[in-house]
T-cell receptor
Framework: DQQVKQNSPSLSVQEGRISILNCDYT??????FLWYKKYPAEGPTFLIS?????DKNEDGRFTVFLNKSAKHLSLHIVPSQPGDSAVYFC??????????????FGGGTRVLVKP | GAGVSQSPRYKVAKRGQDVALRCDPI?????LFWYQQALGQGPEFLTY????????KSGLPSDRFFAERPEGSVSTLKIQRTQQEDSAVYLC?????????????FGPGTRLLVL
């Protein structure tokens, strides 16, 4: 049973436009959410995070929105740039875990930004 | 500063062979995680260390998988009698310990292919 889902396996967007990536979760114990970006042959790189006490967090071109009642979060990239072409993973963690903050990942969304 | 490093980057093993994968976390990071990423999927949690103590090994898929971190820094993930289904990218991540959630920083991964 997938606790974190990214229902869009791929997304194509024109340079300069907005990219919107979506993520849904089922475990109500999750209270911290992150987005990672991954290039081929590299490890995931941390992008932005949000705690469940907030509904929005912004960092430069990246904004994450959290809708707790819908168990849904999204990542907005504005404006999109060709260097943003990568696979994006949504991840969730629970502070109720007995040990550590292990991450549960979605399956990823491949983003292609066309020049 | 230096990030998380992993070696080898690529490993080809014959079915039944034992392999050992190494992770050097960021200096001073107390927490260390191992994840397994199958082709086309998101990473999945394997095990977690706080210093030298293995506090969570609930994600290890079988007793053929063993991890250690004897001095609280470098960690080794060992897979005995490898099977074809063990083929995946093995990712290591580290984070600072402290109150609240700490961001996990990932290494480049070891791509294991079992023939």
């Amino acid at each position: 049973d997938q606790q974190v889902k990214q229902n869009s396996p791929s997304l194509s967007v024109q340079e300069g436009r907005i990219s919107i990536l979506n993520c849904d979760y089922t475990n109500s114990m999750f209270d911290y959410f992150l987005w990672y970006k991954k290039y081929p042959a590299e490890g995931p790189t941390f992008l932005i995070s949000i705690s469940s006490i907030k509904d929005k967090n912004e960092d430069g071109r990246f904004t994450v929105f959290l809708n707790k009642s819908a168990k849904h979060l999204s990542l907005h990239i504005v404006p999109s740039q060709p260097g943003d072409s990568a696979v994006y993973f949504c991840a969730a963690a629970s502070s109720f875990e007995a040990a550590g903050n292990k991450l549960t990942f979605g399956g990823g969304t491949r983003v292609l930004v066309k020049p | 500063g230096a990030g998380v490093s992993q070696s080898p980057r690529y490993k080809v093993a014959k079915r039944g062979q034992d392999v050992a994968l190494r992770c050097d976390p960021i200096s001073g990071h107390v927490s260390l995680f191992w994840y397994q990423q199958a082709l086309g999927q998101g990473p999945e949690f394997l095990t977690y260390f706080q210093n030298e103590a293995q506090l969570d090994k609930s994600g290890l898929p079988s007793d053929r998988f063993f991890a250690e971190r004897p001095e609280g820094s470098v960690s080794t993930l060992k897979i005995q009698r490898t099977q074809q289904e063990d083929s995946a990218v093995y990712l290591c991540a580290s984070s600072l310990a402290g109150a609240g959630f700490e961001t996990q920083y990932f290494g480049p991964g070891t791509r294991l292919l079992v023939l």
